[in-house]
C-alpha cells in the first residue's frame, strides 16, 4: 500500500491500512538534533525523505511585496529581529528555534482603521502559490500524501499581532477591534486554504494553541464568538473546492473541553493529542469515531527521558488507545527538542514502521 492510501485511508477511519502512518511531527529536528542526523547517517537528504515518512507538507512561495512594519514601532528594533510573515518580531531564546514574540505592530492599534490600514501581507496573492499544483502532483506520484501548512492560523497571529495582554484585555474592553483584527486575518487564510484545495493537498494543517496545559486560555463563549466562526468559514471554504479535503488542527495542551467546538468546526483531524496534560483514553471514548488523532508520544515525557523500550512500549500503548478505530497516525507531539537521545529517535522511527491497528 502507498503511503497516501494509507494515510487517508487512516485519517477517513475506513478500515485499516496495512500499517499505521507515521512521521516525526513538523516534519523536522531541532538544529542540535539534525546536526547529529547528519553525522549518523551521513546523508543530505531531510530526514522525511531518508525515513521516508508517510506525508510531504508543502506551503506558499515568497512574498515580493516591500513592507517596513518598523513604522509601527516606537522604538528602534534590535538587528537580530525575526520577521514573521504578518510583522509580528520575535528575539531567539535559549535554543535558536525558539522566538520569544516581543514586538507586536499593532499593540498601538485604536481604530477599525488602524487595523484596516496595517501593511498586511499578500497570501492572497496568485503568484504565490506558483507551481504549487506541479510540486503536490510531484508527491502524489511518488506515492505521498501531501500536508498544506497553514499554522498561528488565526489565534495567535492575532495575539503575535496585538500582544497577547493586550488581545485578552480587547475581548472585554474592545471587542470590535479582535473582530476586526480576526477578519482582516480570516479574510488571507480563506484564501490560502482555497489555493491549497486547487492545488490538491489532501491535507490542510491549520494550528492555533489555545490551551495551556491545565486549561483552556480563554472561555468557551469567547473562543466560540471571537475564532469558531472563522476556523469554520476557513474549513468550508476548502470543502467547497474539494469536499475530499481534510483538516488537520495542531492546538497544544488540554484541550479535552474544546474537541466539541474543533468538530463543530470541521476539523477531521486532531494534533498532537498532547499525553502529559489529556486522558487519551477519555478523548478516545468521546470523540474516537468522529475524529481521527495524529501524535500521542509525548516530547516532555517519553521521548526526552524514556528509554528505546520505553519508546517501543508507549508507541503501543497508544496505538492501542487513540488507534481504536483505525484514526491515528502515530507521531512525537512536538519538534524534537536537543535532549531527546538518539537511539530513542530510531527506536521510534523502527517501532512506526512496524505497528499495525
Not at 85 to 108: C, M, N, T, W
Not at 245 to 255: D, N, P, T
Not at 294 to 315: A, H, L, N, S, Y
Not at 328 to 344: C, D, G, Q, R, T
Amino acid at each position: 500500500m502507498q503511503p497516501r492510501e494509507r494515510v487517508l485511508r487512516a485519517m477517513r477511519r475506513e478500515g485499516n491500512p496495512d500499517r499505521m502512518p507515521f512521521e516525526i511531527s513538523w516534519g523536522a529536528f531541532t538544529p542540535g538534533v539534525m546536526e547529529t542526523y547528519h553525522k549518523i547517517t551521513g546523508t543530505n537528504l531531510p530526514p522525511e525523505e531518508y525515513y521516508d515518512f508517510d506525508v510531504r507538507t508543502v506551503s506558499v512561495g515568497p512574498s515580493r511585496k516591500i513592507r517596513d512594519v518598523s513604522i509601527y514601532y516606537d522604538e528602534e528594533l534590535p538587528a537580530d529581529i525575526v520577521l514573521d510573515e504578518f510583522g509580528a518580531g520575535g528575539i531567539r531564546g535559549s535554543q535558536d528555534h525558539f522566538l520569544e514574540f516581543r514586538y507586536h505592530p499593532l499593540s498601538k492599534a485604536q481604530s477599525l482603521e488602524d487595523i484596516r490600514a496595517y501593511q498586511w501581507p499578500d497570501l492572497d496573492a496568485d503568484y504565490r502559490y506558483e507551481g504549487l499544483r506541479e510540486q503536490v502532483s510531484t508527491y502524489h506520484k511518488r506515492g505521498y500524501a501531501v500536508t498544506g501548512d497553514m499554522y498561528s492560523t488565526i489565534f495567535e497571529t492575532a495575539w503575535m499581532l496585538r500582544g497577547l495582554e493586550e488581545l485578552l484585555i480587547d475581548f472585554y474592553e474592545q471587542p470590535e477591534l479582535v473582530h476586526e483584527l480576526c477578519e482582516q486575518i480570516t479574510r488571507l487564510r480563506i484564501r490560502q486554504a482555497q489555493k491549497y484545495a486547487e492545488a490538491g493537498v489532501d491535507i490542510i494543517r491549520l494550528g492555533d494553541d489555545v490551551a495551556t496545559q491545565l486549561a483552556p486560555m480563554i472561555s468557551p463563549c469567547l473562543y466560540r464568538e471571537f475564532f469558531q466562526v472563522r476556523i469554520k468559514r476557513i474549513v468550508d471554504a476548502g470543502k467547497k473546492i474539494n469536499p475530499q479535503v481534510l483538516y488537520f488542527l495542531h492546538s497544544c495542551g488540554k484541550v479535552e473541553d474544546m474537541i466539541p467546538y474543533f468538530l463543530e468546526e470541521g476539523i477531521d483531524i486532531l494534533n498532537p493529542v498532547q499525553p502529559e496534560c489529556n486522558d487519551l483514553e477519555k478523548i478516545a471514548h468521546l470523540y474516537g469515531d468522529k475524529i481521527s488523532f495524529w501524535g500521542g508520544i509525548g516530547t516532555q515525557t517519553t521521548m526526552p527521558f524514556g528509554t528505546p523500550e520505553d519508546v517501543r512500549t508507549k508507541v503501543h500503548q497508544v496505538q492501542k488507545i487513540l488507534g481504536i478505530n483505525g484514526g491515528l497516525l502515530i507521531a512525537p507531539s512536538h519538534i524534537l527538542e536537543p535532549e531527546v537521545p538518539w537511539e530513542n529517535i530510531t527506536a521510534f522511527i523502527e517501532i512506526a514502521k512496524k505497528s499495525y491497528y
